[in-house]
């Protein structure tokens, strides 16, 4: 009997907040057995020759939108079958009720089971979901959510309360298809998630996602923008400019400090939104407040995001607050970087932009992209590079350490890379569903080879192996003191 299933060899291992080792990685019964100098050939069942390459803790995309747009089943067997090209080996992903995804609303209690029935099976990735609530029956739920169905972490639209202000027909509350979704809601919904991040916080961490921009000043500026211009992409970001994000992350952090609710601002995307979720977190010190930008407003702006089909809120936006954005992600400022994947196809974004579907996909560049523009061209540290991908993402929401290193006991989620491979990016490169990229025409270097999910190969050599076997992952993982 060999000692382990598998072994990777003569790579290079980077752990999170330590460094780049040059270590052997044994794994067993789907963990991480030992991290030793040397590993015999015949010690293993099964051997990855990782020469000249890294491994990393398989990424965790802790912004991701299964089934928002396609059925929820075929869009997670093809989106997270994406996710493994970037070396994502677990997604978070949203889900609410409302307009989209099931189109439907009701309490958890029945549609969250089905939520995760529909994406078991069919997801080659690790999954839990963070959950929308957004009617006042739901705010009872999140206890029940929390300790029975080891949800996490939630979310609030900071601008859905303004959709009825907005021009079209689609009137808030059909949209919501909720009653009172208004910072009130929001100050209940933070008052539920407290108690929670209390009650269950020894196991890991407990929180509330926010999109922050605010909805009166989009009313306005997209009145004007419609106007007088200018048009395309760069309109949309003024439609919806830095300041809407400015008021929200203020209007967001006074409740935050009221109720001490832990808290994650999405997505930033300018100058004034990192500068504002920085300044909220020197200002209350005594708050869990975590930062996240995307890939797309890291490595876009308005002229080069391709037209139409680069449309999503927040809009990306200007070269200087791309800049911006990455000074932040070299400093710590920023935590956590995420793809917030949203599966849609090129008809969907159609001609006219008010009209077409906000997101995109860009999970498979994760790892490929930060390897390349932050440690390759910027000189990011390749530990640095795993914390915002896998362990910052992990220890936000609840599943660090079992995800989000490499560590003799966690699970054997294991992305070996290739540092020189260069790809330029096509849809057929990122491997979704997905029949165009605004990440088009990029030069990127730094692709997964091999990816191991709790010790199976699940990826190699640029395809997907074997079944979909993703498991539902209850978070935090430590809730019942077991060992997770
Ligand atoms: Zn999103």
């Known amino acids: 009997m060999p000692r382990y299933d ?13 460094g780049a080792l040059r270590c052997d990685v044994g794994v067993r019964d789907g963990r991480i057995a030992a991290l030793v100098d040397s590993i015999a050939a015949g010690d293993a069942g099964a051997v990855v020759d990782a020469r000249g390459k890294l491994v990393l803790p398989g990424a965790v995309d802790s912004h991701f939108h299964i089934g928002i747009y396609r059925d929820l089943a075929t869009d997670a067997q093809s989106e997270t079958a994406s996710a493994l090209a970037g070396g994502v080996t677990t997604v978070l992903s949203y889900f609410r009720t409302g307009q989209n995804y099931l189109n439907k609303s009701g309490p958890y209690r029945t549609i969250f ?78 008052r539920q998630v407290a108690a929670a991040a209390i009650k269950y916080g020894a196991g890991g961490r407990v929180s509330l996602s926010l999109h922050c921009e605010q909805a009166e000043l989009i009313r306005v500026f997209m009145e004007e923008v419609k106007r007088s211009g200018p048009g395309g992409l760069e309109g949309y970001h003024r439609a919806r400019p830095p300041l809407t994000e400015q008021l929200s992350i203020a209007e967001a952090l006074v409740l935050t400090d009221a109720t001490r609710c832990p808290v994650n601002l999405l997505h930033l995307s300018s100058a004034e939104a990192v500068a504002s979720g920085a300044k909220g977190r020197r200002d209350h010190p005594h708050l869990d407040i975590r930062l996240e930008t995307t890939l797309h407003h890291l490595a876009l702006t308005h002229a080069t995001a391709g037209g139409i089909v680069g449309k999503v809120n927040p809009p990306i936006r200007t070269e200087a607050d791309r800049e911006a954005l990455w000074r932040a992600v070299e400093d710590g400022r920023i935590d956590t970087v995420v793809s917030d994947h949203a599966c849609c196809a090129e008809a969907d974004k159609g001609e006219d932009l008010w009209k077409a579907l906000p997101g995109f996909g860009g999970t498979a560049l994760l790892y490929p992209y930060l390897l390349s523009e932050g440690h390759l061209r910027r000189g990011l540290g390749l530990a640095r590079v795993a914390e915002l991908a896998s362990a910052n993402p992990a220890r936000a929401f609840g599943l660090y350490p079992r995800k989000g290193t490499i560590a003799v006991g966690g699970d054997a989620d294991l992305v070996v890379l290739d540092p020189n491979l260069e790809r330029i990016v096509t849809p057929e490169v990122l491997g979704s569903a997905q029949d165009f990229t605004p990440f088009a025409g990029m030069p990127v270097r730094g692709w997964p080879t091999h990816t191991l999910l709790r010790g199976r190969m699940v990826f190699q050599d640029g395809g997907v192996r074997g079944k979909p076997e993703g498991q539902y992952v209850k978070r935090p993982v430590g809730r019942d003191g077991a060992t997770p």
């Open 6 to 18: 598998t072994a990777v060899l003569n790579g290079t291992v980077v752990v999170p907040y330590v």
């Open 113 to 190: 089971p089905e939520v995760v029935a529909a994406t078991e099976g069919h997801a080659y990735t690790d999954f839990g979901y963070h959950i929308g609530v957004m009617t006042t029956e739901q705010l009872d739920e999140v206890d029940w959510l929390v300790g029975a169905q080891g949800v996490g972490s939630f979310k609030y639209y900071m601008f859905y309360k303004g959709l009825n202000l907005t021009s079209d027909s689609t009137r808030g509350s059909a949209y919501t298809m909720a009653d009172t979704y208004d910072l009130g809601h929001l100050y209940l919904l933070m």
